[in-house]
């Protein structure tokens, strides 16, 4: 199978559930893995908790206590003060994903959601890489 493509359009700073965008990429019935590849240095993916919006709203800020913008040591600057801690950031969540398929079902737990953190404060459009592999 070829590789896809998800686009994602942020509004800027905080995480963007894209279970649904990656639902659509599994073919019914088959079992496999789906791979997930950011293309971006100041973005990232987890797989977290989806049912609460308030679990999302504190890994956000979590991430954003870790690496805040007034940081004395920052000097990678010029794209704005979020630059470098967006940087930051990335390094601390996953950037690729192996993810299992049963029968056209993704196998995430009751409660799990796949995210794209993004971590600029301007709007972005966003690219994933996805490839699924069958048995």
Known sequence: ????????KTNGEGFVDITTQIRELIPKDKTGVLFIQNTHTSC????????DPLAKKDMENFLKHLAPENLKFIEHTD???DDSPSHMKAILVQQTMSLLV???HLQLGQWQGVYLCEFRRSPKLRRILTKFISD
Do not use: D, Q, R
């Not at 990232?44 to 049912?51: A, H, K, P, Y």
């Open 1 to 8: 199978m070829a590789i896809n493509t998800i686009e994602i």
């Open 44 to 51: 990232g993916l987890v797989i977290n908790e989806s049912f």
């Open 79 to 81: 794209e704005g003060p």
């Open 102 to 104: 049963e029968k056209g």
